[in-house]
């Protein structure tokens, strides 16, 4: 994993069910103020890599709102994109996108982590992965051992650069190694946005399709090269076992 | 890599689709009738998961009429509701689908997809190809491939300006549209309505700052380039060979069937010289669902009748408002060769101080350009100096430089249509874009 930057925590992972106390946190960002603490999802036993845990700062005024906005209504916070390979478009905070306040990247990651909404949480994984800041990624990378939003970070992780969702300085192979470890993660995933069902896997092995290059492989479905990565995981059992296959070798 | 279906394929009658599909490609061309293709899907389900890819990949389309008499549409009259969720309206309970698109396909999955519409028509400017087909009961496709003739055209950069309507029931559909709220983020996308046809130039309002479909400015390199790996922006060098503009779409409408009405999507797309905006044809297409449980996706356009020399009159006026809509403001008729400010640039200028200073969270970008007249490289610099002396404006006024982002597009972008060598007042200009 690449050095993580900001106020984002880093802290082993635990394998037992008490958790560690958390790190001490770098100094917040301009806007931080003191941390309460998230409640963060456990890390799965099996998981011997770190875990990001961000601290809960409090943002200005307006990005509250926001989020507060996101909160009241999280069904509606994200919309559909009216395109294959934009299927998500979210109808409020914007600003939080758009923001350079450091603060902001840990605080939307510690909302994804804490409890509560699963709706809500995922929510805010779309935002964040529409931010340009550099330490976005770490921030998905952590939250793929997050069952409830792991699907969602991956997809993110597989789209920056393309359409609405911003290039980063990114260290690809980075991300490629965190999408390979869950890369045989056949849980279900419910989509509260579009209220559909697929599994983990899918959206990880589309991520890793794009991020590896679609021109690297032979998969029999003529949307592979437009849309992989991009649009929702819309293949047969056949392609997913032939994607697996190969992103193994790849 | 598996090689993309080559425009035409589709009316050859499928042999590429026979390659990727050949347990498919076995089904369709055994003869078997209804009742047989029935009993074989039913024997294997995961067939007919690959048959509407087989389809829209141009395989045999006698395949199609077949699934159509082994699987006859159920007519419903009561249009189907919305799907249920546990809890009240607007809470962030999950209805659990049945793996894809299930509440908002057809109930039946092995409905028949329309047949491709492929086409290749030569055009007074060039030659325009397209492949219009359905992936799915709520989405269509379309690639096109636009060469222009080099005889007639002599261009830097040719891309696509695409237009668009979106509808459901009696109202508008946008992207961010919700299954409650189809036109969720009409404020965002209104804007660019012409107010006449209501039709916008397609792109993505928060992050895109140009009209063109298939390119995008390259910050680094001061060119366009291709926008994806389906696009490819075209040029056509005075004497040379010219090389083909690509774009691929794949619109949707996954508000569909849920008991608001009707959906349709109008397209204009339109092969443009970017540095000119000179036109070079036209082709209409799109797709339209019916609000009842069970109803096809039904292409609408992509026909050769659909494919002109000149674009509509909307799109025009459309491609205009984009311009009224993305902007701040313009400032332009700049003195030929020169990049002074004028008193109504300052005027326009304060304009935006103001609105700045009212929202911090508010970055500009100012565009330079400059008319099709004169040397590349003075152009080049002359354009970047015009947005830089619009910032200095700015700064000078009290917005902090690190708000402000300089960019020079020389003559490589046209705001409005004009011949090579013609000096066009609207073209030298300072473009104000205010984001976020």
């Known amino acids: 994993m690449r050095p993580v930057s900001l106020a984002l925590f880093v802290v082993a992972a635990c394998s037992s069910a008490s958790e560690p106390p958390h790190a001490q946190a770098p100094p917040p960002g301009p806007s931080a103020a003191p941390a309460s603490s998230p409640s963060p999802a456990a890390a799965p036993a099996s998981n011997p890599t770190p875990t990001l845990r961000a601290p809960m700062t409090h943002l200005a005024p307006a990005l509250e709102a926001e989020l507060k906005a996101v909160r009241s209504d999280p069904i509606e916070a994200i919309g559909y994109g009216k395109k294959t390979y934009r299927p998500y478009e979210p109808t409020t905070g914007e600003n939080l996108i758009a923001s350079d306040d450091p603060a902001v990247t840990p605080r939307l990651l510690a909302e994804a982590q804490g409890g509560g909404d699963r709706v809500y949480r995922l929510a805010v994984v779309h935002l964040l992965g529409m931010r340009a800041t550099s330490d976005v990624d770490a921030a998905l990378i952590a939250l793929l051992d997050d069952r409830e939003v792991s699907a969602t970070a991956a997809y993110l992780l597989g789209r920056a650069g393309f359409k609405g969702y911003p290039s980063r300085t990114r260290d690809v192979a980075a991300i490629v190694a965190a999408l390979r470890r869950h890369v045989d993660d056949a849980a279900t995933f419910d989509d509260p946005f579009y209220r559909r069902t697929f599994r983990v896997q899918d959206f990880v092995l589309g991520a890793l399709a794009r991020l590896l290059g679609p021109e690297r492989f032979q998969i029999a479905d003529p949307r592979f090269d437009n849309d992989i990565g991009y649009a929702l995981p819309w293949w047969s059992d056949t392609v997913r076992a032939e994607l697996l296959t190969q992103v193994r070798t790849r | ?436």
């Open chain 2, 1 to 436: 890599m598996q090689r993309k279906a080559a425009d035409g394929d589709a009316a050859a009658g499928g042999s590429e689709a026979d390659t990727r599909f050949p347990r498919v490609a076995a089904i369709a061309n055994r003869g078997l009738d209804a009742a047989a293709l029935r009993q074989a899907l039913t024997a294997d389900p995961s067939l007919a998961r690959e048959i509407p890819m087989y389809l829209a990949a141009g395989g045999a389309p006698q395949l199609n009429d077949l699934m159509a008499a082994a699987y006859p549409a159920v007519p419903v009259a009561k249009p189907e509701q919305p799907p249920a969720v546990d809890g009240p309206v607007g809470s962030s309970a999950i209805v659990k689908g049945e793996g894809t698109k299930s509440e908002k396909q057809p109930t039946d999955p092995t409905q028949p997809l329309p047949a491709a519409r492929p086409g290749n028509k030569p055009l007074d400017k060039g030659v325009l190809k397209w492949t219009l087909k359905a992936v799915d009961h709520e989405t269509a496709d379309i690639d096109i491939d636009f060469k222009p003739d080099p005889a007639k055209v002599e261009a830097k950069n040719v891309s696509f300006v695409q237009t668009v309507i979106s509808k459901v029931g009696t109202g508008f559909a946008y992207g961010g549209g919700t299954a409650t709220n189809p036109a969720k983020k009409q404020a965002v996308y209104q804007p660019f309505e012409e107010p006449g046809s209501k039709k916008r130039v397609d792109h993505f309002p928060d992050g895109e700052n140009d009209p063109f479909y298939g390119a995008e400015w390259n910050q680094s390199s001061k060119k366009w380039q291709r926008e994806g790996a389906s696009s490819q922006v075209g040029k056509s060098p005075k004497g040379g060979t010219s090389t083909s503009a690509k774009m691929h779409d794949g619109p949707d409408a996954p508000e569909s069937r849920m008991g608001l009405g009707d959906t349709s999507s109008e397209f204009e797309t339109v092969p443009v010289v970017l540095e000119t905006r000179q036109p070079l044809g036209s082709l209409t297409w799109g797709f339209k669902i019916k609000d009842q449980a069970n109803s096809r996706i039904e292409l609408t356009g992509g026909t050769d009748a659909d494919c002109k020399d000149a674009p509509s009159a909307d799109w025009g006026k459309t491609l205009d408002q984009f311009y009224v809509g993305k902007f701040e403001t313009i400032l332009d008729e700049f003195d030929i060769a020169k990049a002074d400010l004028k008193p109504d640039h300052k005027t326009k200028l304060d304009a935006v101080v103001t609105k700045m200073k009212a929202d911090t969270s508010l970055k500009a970008q100012l565009g330079g350009a400059c008319d099709l007249t004169g040397d590349e490289q003075f152009n080049k610099a002359l354009s970047l100096k015009r947005a830089e002396n619009a910032r200095d404006y700015l700064v000078a006024n009290g917005i902090a430089a690190g708000r402000l982002e300089v960019q020079s597009y020389s003559f490589d972008w046209a705001r409005v249509e004009a011949e090579p060598g013609k000096s066009e007042g609207k073209n030298r200009r300072v473009q104000v874009w205010l984001h976020k």
